[in-house]
């Protein structure tokens, strides 16, 4: 069956390193997402991309950046890990249609 | 940009009755698709049900249906005969015509056996 996977699921870091989330895709889809969730709160949109090579930034994108090589996998990167970046991250995917998003597990990450 | 309103920060429900979760939007856009996901304590997002606004018709899947008032931008979801696996975060959404997704806050429903 085809799935969405994250990881790691949870990552312990310490400020001002750099960490990588990967989001790997078996729909073959186009689009894909990441969000973070904080306490209480809904998601918000970090970074989106309709296809290889295209990113673009959403609500919270500062400080972190994406990559789409393929179509396969989305990393998402905190180029200098902050203490308020500590949140549970989610990836999401979509068709070409775009009607539905399904996501990922989610990655819990805790920055020190 | 769109706006989307949970007012309705937890709610309660008896087991094997009905509960209705109320959610609105602000947009002005004429075709979009809203949602309603679940998330329980594993934190994985799971639709529950979908619609098209240009749809009269509400949608309905097993006990989960929604009220779909297009002129007074609200999408409130039905669940019932309410089970103890219902118990979960609800999450409405909207997704615009550049496919974004707009969260509301969440209803965290408890069910009572």
């Known amino acids: 069956d085809a799935e969405i996977t994250q990881s790691p699921r949870h990552k312990i870091t310490e400020t001002g390193r750099q960490v990588t989330l990967a989001c790997h895709q078996t729909w073959n889809h186009n689009n894909m997402f990441w969000y973070r969730q904080d306490l209480g709160h809904g998601l918000r949109l970090i970074h989106y991309s309709y296809g290889v090579q295209d990113t673009n930034k959403g609500e919270v994108s500062d400080g972190y950046s994406v990559s789409r090589s393929n179509t396969e996998d989305l990393p998402l990167t905190l180029e200098s890990a902050a203490s308020s970046q500590t949140s549970v991250y989610f990836c999401?995917?979509?068709?070409?249609?775009?009607?539905?998003?399904?996501f990922g597990p989610g990655t819990r990450l805790l920055v020190l | 940009a769109q706006t989307v309103t949970q007012s309705q920060p937890e709610m309660s429900v008896q087991e094997a009755e009905t509960v209705t979760l109320s959610c609105t939007y602000d947009t002005s856009e004429s075709d979009y698709y809203l949602f309603w996901y679940k998330q329980p304590p594993s934190r994985q997002m799971i639709l529950v049900i979908r619609q098209e606004a240009y749809k009269q018709q509400n949608a309905t899947e097993n006990r989960f249906s929604v009220n779909f008032q297009k002129a007074a931008k609200s999408f409130s979801l039905k669940i019932s005969d309410s089970q103890l696996g219902d118990a979960a975060m609800y999450f409405c959404a909207y997704r615009s015509s550049d496919g974004m997704l707009t969260f509301g806050g969440g209803t965290r429903l408890m069910v009572k056996p």
């Open positions: 999401a995917s979509s068709g070409v249609n775009g009607e539905t998003q399904y």
